[in-house]
């Protein structure tokens, strides 16, 4: 998506550790037009009609795919990231590591709201190393939902995380890949 | 607003422990027409022509500040509720306590992001002590910056935070204000 990657160039700045900061615009402070026309973009890839529910991650998923949701007329469902009171009764649950905060995290879905066949698109703001989207695919697939694809606006293409479900078959679709980001010096993959 | 007591008394449960579970449409599966309607309801109580900026805490208030903000065309923010990597350099920050995860929690917001004079609209989903809304409007004194008002769809009006912000002047509105939340009986304070 040209806009998003122009965006990213102009700003984005990318810090050492491999850390890309969009927090200007994707994932602190919020551009909420963009991520209207991020909506419209995935819906280019994605047969909505024939998806029930969007599901992300909180905290940095649940703006873009809110709008998504909206955008759709579609329900929106986000896995939370540690036991709270607010949520009684049967969890799904699944385990990842948060590079972000260095720690594990265990994501939780009420099993109220996901059932055997709901079609679920996942969606969400940034793909590194892929656990937050393994941790969801495997929710999805404890539910026996079925799983229409992943919708991301960012994807760190050379930490592999993206590549490695596109191995396992998932239909993903990244909206600006970075292949290289260093200092000064961000390459794009090539749009599909 | 009828809309959104109505759906408290349909969809909504009260847990022993003063709990409101809302979680089938408001934070954790999201109803988003349902927040397009709030956010349409919110725009006849405040002028958001003078209204810079939304400005909410993660992770609950999202979902409803992005639409929010995607409808009024306005930037969001929110705050963040622990360090991570992602954010580099000069923050505000205000420690609350969490009685949700029973822990005091900091809320950071990046220097980059409010400015003095920047006009900021408040919005959350739930209003219980007012905790989480207290940090923010301490962060936005920090800021210089000035408070239009605060929006919340659900407060638990017997819990006292909501008041104590209105006597202190704030020009806070709330959608549904619970007065009595019991297993069974809810009552709801008359509409202003």
Same mark, same amino acid.
């Given at each position: 998506m040209q806009e998003l990657k122009e965006r990213i160039l102009t700003d984005g700045k990318v810090l050492p550790g491999d850390i890309i900061k969009v927090d200007g615009f994707l994932n602190h402070r919020v551009d909420c037009a963009l991520m209207?026309?991020?909506? /419209?973009?995935?819906?280019?890839f994605f047969d909505i009609d024939n998806v029930d529910l969007l599901l992300t991650a909180e905290a940095s998923g649940i703006a873009l795919t809110a709008i998504c949701a909206m955008r759709y007329g579609k329900p929106m469902l986000y896995a939370k990231k540690a036991k709270s009171d607010n949520i009684e009764g049967g969890l799904f649950t699944s385990e990842i590591f948060s590079y972000t905060y260095k720690k594990k995290v265990t994501l939780?879905?009420?099993?109220?709201?996901?059932?055997?066949?709901?079609?679920?698109?996942?969606? /969400? /703001?940034?793909l590194a190393r892929g656990e937050a989207l393994r941790g969801l695919c495997d929710i999805v697939k404890q539910a026996g939902a079925e799983l229409v694809g992943i919708g991301c606006a960012i994807e760190k293409g050379f930490q592999g995380g993206g590549d490695h479900l596109r191995e396992m078959g998932v239909n993903l679709h990244s909206l600006a890949i970075l292949d290289v980001a260093e200092p000064g010096h961000i390459v794009f993959r090539d749009d599909e």
């Open positions: 209207s026309r991020i909506a /419209d973009e995935f819906a280019r939780l879905v009420s099993k109220d709201w996901i059932q055997p066949g709901t079609r679920v698109l996942i969606i /969400d /703001d940034f």
